[in-house]
């Protein structure tokens, strides 16, 4: 096993206090079901930001929580990266917005795009970062708006997605703890399944787009499911393998939260039972890659991670894109 190099040494989150509830949908008009959502996604409520709760807003409240953890103050921050799918402005970076309400005045910000799998991406990325000598203290934070790109007149996408941050600040390992094993993967051929068609630079935002409504996120459920489950299991495979580890080592088990059936088979895939599988999707449905950072902090919060447990990332996201990590805390 190699000797860690970069260290999560606090974690915060940051949730919108509007919940919405299955039920709410039908008020909607929309033709679906709390049971539906339930037996098909694993789903009961999601958070939703208000007006005024922006991608800045809440990556700068996890942030700030996370350092306050970590004993980091805004001056003392190298980096910051940002995993978003929706950015406040298409420029500048978001995360050069969350620097600013931060103070963090000597830090390089910028944001990194790999959908639901950017934290993990984002933390492999800090750990070079750490190795090239390039930072020593990073904030590696998750903030996704998904209500605000998510067709809420599509019963089939936006019932799955919600609105959340997760950060941690990484640092150079002390005592053998820290990141053990990292791995990403990623796709192209299969970007048509899970995307936003138009108002990008090749088809930029007009009143046709408008009106298709193409501008939202349109996905092919069944087939995001299929991959899902095998890159999972890839990703899975690949982390426990780079770390010498089996299933049976792993304390905790944190997968992206999209979906408690694809949640249940990566477990079964990796033999680690339910138990040790940590679980939110039916509070806080998909929130892209916030979904790991927002559990690992709930995590700790809760005693489920402490000094000692050996924890497995693994996500799966648009592009597509997958990744995993072990990280022993
Ligand atoms: C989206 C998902 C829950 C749908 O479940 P599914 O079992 O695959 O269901 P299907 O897409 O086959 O749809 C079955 C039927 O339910 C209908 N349906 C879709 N959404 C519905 C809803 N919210 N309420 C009621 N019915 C719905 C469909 O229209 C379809 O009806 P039809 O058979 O008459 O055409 C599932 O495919 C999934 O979770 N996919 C992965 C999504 C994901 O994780 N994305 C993010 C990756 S990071």
Redesign the pocket.
Known sequence: MKRPIAYLSGTGRSLPETVLHNAD?AAMG????DA??VE??GIRTRRIAKKGESTTSMGAEAARRAMEKAGVAPGEVDAIILSTATPDRLLPATAVEIQAVLGATRAVAFDIAA??SGWVFGLALAESMLIAGQAETLLVIASEKLSSIVDWTD??????FGDAAGAAVVQRSKQHRGILSSFMRSDGTLADL?QRPHGGAKTPMSEQVLRDRSHFIR?N??E??RH?VRSMAEATDRALDGARLTGRDIDLFIP?Q??I??IEATAKHANIPLEKVFINVDRYG?T?SATIPVALDEAIESGRVHEGSTVLFVA???GFTWGSMVVRF
């Open positions: 949908f929309l033709e679906t079901s539906w959502i098909r996604s959908a639901c019963r089939s996408t936006c019932v799955l899970l996905m459920g069944r995001v499911f899902s992206h999209a979906n059936r694809i998909n892209s799966f996201g648009a």
